[in-house]
């Protein structure tokens, strides 16, 4: 069934840009909530007026505390480390699955721990700062259950798939019932006792799990994952370096749309042609960084004008169908990318789509 379906395009602008530009350390923006003032004033209120006339297609940074991803397993009890160039990185927390196994069954104050405490107080900073007490608690991020279970036990969670199976599904089963129990404690606090519209699953890690193994190490877990956050929501998966044999599993699971980011045995043709689900694409900011004017344009045409970009029914699909298709084209300002001609960079982007879909 042809389809005039319209691609959207989207520039998201990286929190770490805004720090950049302000002239923010990393530890100082993660570590000080009063360095919030300088972020916002001298990083994100220029990058808004930067993109006045592209705002349509450019997504800025919001009002939030910096945004952490391994909040989840800080509030477990694993270590940050912070620097002055990067975001925190979490230190692994067990030597064994038995280790893992018996602290997640003994069930935890997720606001004991430091990382939480400090945003409450940097919420509150914002709240004083912005005169808005309706600002929430923010920037506590959690990863997906096979990257979970990665940043705990470190790369030896690869050798306990094979050395002890069993042993592997009952940690796997904890860590993400503790994801579950993360997300209902931050949906709690911040008020939003209704569930969610949808749910965000981020599981990198799981590209490195065998397609012969994701039916036993992967599929259960994502379903238990998406069920426990929001049994009716819209599931989004975000998994860098997937292949082609992983993909039937997406199907699998229900997703209702696919982020493969950086993805590099994966193309934007196979994805029309093999996912049957809607998808996005990524220009990552690193390629963007040495391309010019002809060559962006050269990469949209191309994302654009696919032989299959239209509406295609899967026929072995339940009453739940998807729609196959490239929804969107992306791509990222960070910091890097400010150091190398980043603004036009991301102008020839957006001006490269306008030009093709007008």
Known sequence: ??????????????????????????????????????????????????????????????????????????????????????????????????????????????????????????????????????????????????????????????????EDPEKTKVFLSLVTDSIIAFRRFLNKINGEINGMHTVWLADDFAALINPALFGDFVVPYWNRYCEGISPFGRRVLHCEGLDQKHLQFLRTVKIDFFDPTISPKLSCRMLEDDLLIPFSWTLPSFYLCGMNEKTIYNWVEDALTLDNVKNAFNDNDDANVHKQGLECIITELDRNLLRNDGIGKVRSFINSFNNINN
């Open 1 to 162: 069934m042809e389809s005039n379906k319209k691609i959207a395009c989207k520039v998201n602008v990286l929190a770490d840009a805004a720090v950049y530009l302000s002239g923010l350390t990393f530890d100082e923006y993660y570590l000080n909530e009063n360095a919030f003032e300088k972020y916002w004033e001298y990083g994100v209120k220029p990058l808004s007026l930067i993109f006045h006339e592209e705002n349509a297609f450019v997504n800025l940074p919001g009002i939030s505390c910096p945004p952490v991803s391994y909040a989840h397993v800080a509030a477990l009890g694993a270590r940050l480390h912070y620097s002055f160039d990067s975001e925190p990185n979490a230190e692994r927390m067990f030597d064994s699955l038995d280790e893992g196994i018996g602290w997640l069954r003994r069930g935890h104050d997720f606001t004991a721990n430091d990382l939480f405490k400090r945003y409450t107080a940097y919420t509150e900073t914002l709240r004083n700062y912005l005169h808005d007490p309706r600002i929430k608690i923010s920037g506590l991020g959690l990863e997906g259950p096979v990257t979970t279970a990665v940043l705990l036990r470190g790369l030896d969670f690869f050798i306990d798939i094979y």
